[in-house]
Structure formats: C-alpha cells, structure tokens
C-alpha cells in the first residue's frame, strides 16, 4: 500500500483547436500520472500511435557533464519514437515519428524533471507535412501543454 501515490482525479485535460492547411484540426493532452497522452485529429481521424519515453532522458541529462563540443546541438539519444499502431504508410510514420520527437522535446526543455512517456496518436488528413503545416501543429500542441 505505501507504493501508491495520490494523484488528483480527473486527469487534467487540456484542449485546442484550430486549422492546418484549412482543415479543421484539434489538438488534445489528458495528464495521467504516468503517461502524457496527446492527440491530433483532423476530421474525426485517429489512425496513428507513437511513443517516446522519457524516464531514462532524465538520468542522462542529470548525469552527463556538461561540454562545449558541436555533439551537445545532436538530439538526446533517448528520444526515440516507436510506432505503436498505424505505420504501414512510410510517409505518414516518418512524419508521425518526427511530430512525436519534437512534441518530446518541448516537453522536455519545458520541465527537465519529466519523467512520464509521452504517447501520442495522430490521425493526420494528409500524409505528406510541409513547413508551415508541421509548425502550425506544433504550435497547437503547445497550446495544450
């Protein structure tokens, strides 16, 4: 009994929605006390589930030294999506992985003591994600955040 910890119920919800590529878009996170639930929808579509845990990130951050070399601008090696469902589509998994990473990494740099996995399902309209498209949803992810 004393390995359960209290945690406030309901999970906290936050919500935004928006358009991408004038496409009706809606951006979602639900707090659990274990994992960060995010998901993206576009016209109801919820095709694709990623994950990228973020546990180990932080014993790698704590206890890495700090350096000056060029190798400190490469991603962390712990951020690394895995495709849950949905990625039989290259395009579409490459760019769901590359969502995945970066939502990651926000959360990350926002709070270096985040330790939950982050799972995020994505039902994108289009397979393909242009500049503009990619920091539109992102941006709308960092709403919820």
Request: glycine letters at 8%.
């Amino acid at each position: 009994m004393d390995s359960v910890a209290a945690t406030g119920y309901p999970a906290t919800t936050k919500r935004a929605a928006g358009f991408v590529k004038d496409v009706p878009t809606v951006a979602m996170t639900v707090g659990f006390a274990d994992k960060i639930l995010i998901t993206i929808t576009q016209d109801g579509r919820l095709a694709q589930w990623f994950h990228v845990p973020l546990d180990s990130a932080n014993r790698v951050i704590a206890g890495a030294p700090e350096t000056d070399d060029d190798d400190s601008l490469l991603p962390l090696t712990h951020l690394t999506p895995t495709t849950l469902l949905g990625g039989t589509v290259p395009e579409r998994e490459a760019a769901g992985q590359l969502l995945a990473v970066q939502i990651a990494s926000i959360i990350t740099t926002r709070n270096k003591d985040e330790g939950r996995m982050i799972v995020c399902g994505l039902g994108l309209k289009s397979a393909e994600l242009d500049q503009s498209s990619y920091l539109e949803l992102v941006e709308l992810v960092g709403k919820c955040l």
